[in-house]
């Protein structure tokens, strides 16, 4: 019923609240939009991810997570860095800078590296090629400023024409005033929950992506990752 009424609300506001109703449609409206498209690319950079995975494994995909701590021999190794190369080299992969930035450490003839893949594969990262991190982690907050400008204006409102003259035009100001109070009230609702909506989408959509991350981190350093003493070995025996 509260929905009803507050749809109906938004469809014909009643006199003087005009103002509160634009106000709640623009947060809306923004809401909409911010949680559709962080929506978008954030699934997206997910089914890069395991796609990339999918391609790059073969095979060893489907025999499951016990192959990570084994040691792989050099065959093998290169034919993993040859599939995620060719996975990671795809034409238009946003990912490929991190791909070519990782490899570029890798010692040549061992094929291998001595630097961990969460450096460059963490969701952080990974979501830093795609969008702007920081303007869609202060989004939330954003919220929170609208509707807190949306209780000033109603306020400033309410009381810019308030007037003391004589009873009707104390009658005429309170009502004004509380019109205002409504603007006031109704956008700092609607901009806390829109936060929260959005805080919650944010934090789903990431840990989803964070979870393809782990898994190809750990793919990758099971593969490639070479420990310190085993470089010093491996430089040793050159």
């Known amino acids: 019923m509260i929905v009803l009424e507050?749809?109906?609300w938004l469809v014909e506001p009643g006199p003087g609240e005009g103002l509160t109703r634009n106000f709640i449609l623009a947060i809306a409206l923004y809401l909409l939009l911010s949680s559709l498209?962080?929506?978008?690319?954030?699934?997206?950079?997910?089914?890069?991810?395991?796609?990339?995975?999918r391609n790059a494994e073969g095979?060893?995909?489907?025999?499951?997570?016990?192959?990570?701590?084994r040691e792989y021999t050099p065959p093998e190794i290169d034919e993993f860095l040859d599939r995620f190369a060719t996975a990671?080299?795809?034409a238009g992969n946003p990912l490929t800078p991190l791909w070519r930035e990782y490899t570029a450490t890798f010692l040549r003839e061992a094929?291998?590296?001595?630097?961990?893949?969460?450096?460059?594969?963490?969701v952080t990262r990974l979501l830093s090629v795609s969008?702007?991190?920081?303007?869609?982690?202060?989004?939330?907050?954003?919220?929170?400023?609208?509707?807190?400008?949306?209780?000033?204006?109603?306020?400033?409102?309410?009381?810019s024409d308030f007037q003391v003259g004589n009873d009707v035009m104390i009658r005429e100001?309170?009502?004004n005033l509380l019109r205002g109070m409504k603007t006031a009230f109704g956008t700092s609702i609607a901009g806390m929950l829109s936060s929260i909506l959005f805080s919650l989408l944010e934090k789903t959509m990431v840990r989803r992506v964070e979870r393809r991350s782990q898994a190809l981190v750990e793919r990758l350093n099971?593969?490639?990752?070479?420990?310190?003493?085993?470089?010093?070995?491996?430089?040793e025996e050159r």
């Open 6 to 8: 507050v749809l109906k």
């Open 37 to 53: 498209w962080f929506f978008w690319k954030t699934d997206s950079l997910r089914q890069r991810v395991e796609r990339l995975l």
């Open 59 to 69: 095979e060893e995909g489907a025999r499951g997570k016990g192959d990570l701590d």
């Open 88 to 90: 990671f080299e795809t």
């Open 111 to 122: 094929r291998k590296t001595t630097h961990d893949a969460r450096n460059y594969f963490d």
């Open 131 to 159: 969008m702007d991190l920081r303007y869609w982690f202060a989004l939330p907050g954003l919220f929170v400023g609208v509707g807190v400008l949306g209780t000033f204006v109603g306020l400033t409102w309410g009381l």
């Open 173 to 175: 100001s309170i009502g």
């Open 222 to 235: 099971a593969t490639f990752l070479l420990t310190e003493e085993a470089a010093a070995a491996w430089q």
